[in-house]
Each structure stands twice: as C-alpha cells, then as structure tokens.
C-alpha cells in the first residue's frame, strides 16, 4: 500500500508563496507520473499539475500556469509544487496523488491519494 503524506501548506497573503511537497513510502513511486489537486468544500476536486515519472513533461491548469511548477526527485521519492504569486481563489486543500500508470488531469486517473493539507491566502 502506498503511502503519500503532503506538507508544507499554511496561511499566506495574496501575492506570497508555499512550497508544498509530498513524499512517498515506497520507491516504486519513481515509475509512476505524479499529480497535485486541489479542493474547496464548494467545489470537486480539480486539477492543478502533473508531472511524468521522469520529470520530463509537465502539465498545469490554465488557472495556475506560469505560477505554480511541479517538480520531483526520484531519489528522494518526493514530489512538490512550487507556488508563486498566490491569489486568495488557490484557498484550497492541496492533495498529491500518484496516477495508475501516464500523466493525466483527471481524477480517475489516479489511485493512491495523501491525506491533503490545507493552502489559505489571504487578501
């Protein structure tokens, strides 16, 4: 059973920056595409990134591209996400997520899930 455990989240004013990161228990992680979601209690959980097991292809929401950047290290079995430029609409509980096999942006598309871990920017 793999484990995620998110971390990193807090209370931010508009216009700072978290880092968020997500480590796995198990290695085998390293040859599976990674994601990030987001989650407020108005709405489904939505994409936010993805990031293919080598690292090599990203992918993000237009709602969050050119200010958040997905990374990983393999060698450490960790994911994260870089966020910039917060705005109080990325108020949301951040869930990182490791896919059944390729990259993708919908929930379906992944099968292990952390626990979350909640971003508040304030205005």
């Known amino acids: 059973q793999v484990q995620l455990l998110e971390s990193g989240g807090g209370l931010v004013q508009a216009g700072g920056s978290l880092r968020l990161s997500c480590a796995a228990s198990?290695?085998?992680?390293?040859?599976?595409?990674m994601g990030w979601f987001r989650q407020t209690p108005e709405k489904e959980r939505e994409f936010v990134a993805t990031i293919s097991w080598s690292g090599d292809t990203t992918y993000y929401a237009d709602s969050v591209k050119g200010r958040f950047t997905i990374s990983r290290d393999n060698a450490k079995n960790t994911v994260y996400l870089q966020m910039n430029s917060l705005k109080p609409e990325d108020t949301a509980v951040y869930y990182c997520?490791?896919?059944?096999?390729?990259?993708?942006?919908?929930?379906?598309?992944?099968?292990?899930w952390g626990q979350g871990t909640q971003v508040t920017v304030s205005s």
């Open positions: 997520a490791r896919s059944w096999a390729v990259a993708g942006t919908d929930v379906g598309a992944y099968n292990y």
């Open positions: 198990e290695r085998t992680v390293a040859r599976y595409a």
